[in-house]
């Protein structure tokens, strides 16, 4: 184990490091002046000119790279050219506030999938796995923003049962922002319950059909036995992937949901960035996504060798 995670240290590095580069020259290639849009159309030319030296955009390209790869890693992140403002102590804010609500529909959709799907495999081919199945599909199929307005005109703005909008206070704890997290994690959670739903559907649905299960069957162990320590522990590996990777999507992927919402979270504050030109705030804020993926790779990986003792870490990954 310990030699898997040294291997795939090494490879989270050097996808860190290709990543970088891709995200500097990305921003490199944004059109417009950044200068330009910071000052406005009827800034001067020395003002603008002025601002780029002050900014280092007058740098050559790799000498920019340096400074902000190396800074990036000691952990000064830049200061925002729009607001003026330290980078980091910014995106912190904002990648808690995602945080929250990751952890929310985190909580809500993978419980739910799992019980839905293990319901649905094991009554296949019956009303209940046709109405599991339809209703799972339904949801994947139906966008975040139209699920989102669905949910305020019904749950908020008709029943009254929660705020229509999220725009909590800055430093919020998890507690005091629960009641404005309910709708936007209930967004996020009915699409990734489809997905989560589908795939332990079709895992649990392979196992039943093995000999070892047949076999477990055929010594009178119990079913309850038989379906948590023979089943589930092959069914769900699929489905580890698919929730690691529903982990990274929910902090950067969250952008329609906070936008219908207006909740200040890190989506929502990098899409601010890309139609202000704010640099620094972008690259930090894709740093942190492309962090969070990884991460969230890694631990899919060491949780899938832990659930599948067949693999040979040191050997096979």
Known sequence: ???????????????????????????????????????????????????????????????????????????????????????????????????????????????????????????????????????????????????????????????????????????????????????PAITVSLTSLGYVTRMVRSGTIDVLRSDYVRAAELKGLPARIVLFRHVLRNALLPTVTVVAMGIGWLIGGLIVTEQVYGYPGLGRMTVYSIQHGDLPMIQASCMIIVSVFIAANLAADILYSLLNPRIRVGKNL
């Open 1 to 183: 184990m310990v030699r898997f995670i040294l291997r795939r240290s090494g490879f989270i590095l050097l996808t860190l490091f290709l990543s970088s580069l891709i995200i500097f020259g990305a921003t490199q290639l944004l059109p417009g002046d950044v200068a330009r849009v910071i000052l406005g159309q009827f800034a001067t030319e020395t003002a603008i000119e002025n601002l780029r030296e002050e900014l280092g955009l007058d740098r050559p390209v790799y000498v920019q790279y340096l400074n902000w790869a190396t800074g990036f890693v000691r952990g000064d992140w830049g200061t925002s050219m729009v607001s003026r403002l330290p980078v980091r102590p910014l995106l912190m804010n904002r990648l808690n506030n995602s945080i929250m609500l990751a952890v929310l529909a985190f909580i809500i959709y993978v419980p739910l999938g799992v019980a839905f799907g293990v319901m649905a495999a094991l009554k296949r081919e019956k009303l209940p796995d046709r109405i599991i199945s339809g209703i799972s599909m339904a949801f994947v199929g139906m966008p975040e923003f139209v699920t989102g307005l669905l949910l305020i005109n019904f749950l908020a703005l008709g029943l009254g049962l929660f705020p229509a909008n999220s725009s909590i206070q800055p430093g919020s704890g998890f507690i005091e922002a629960l009641p404005y997290l309910i709708l």
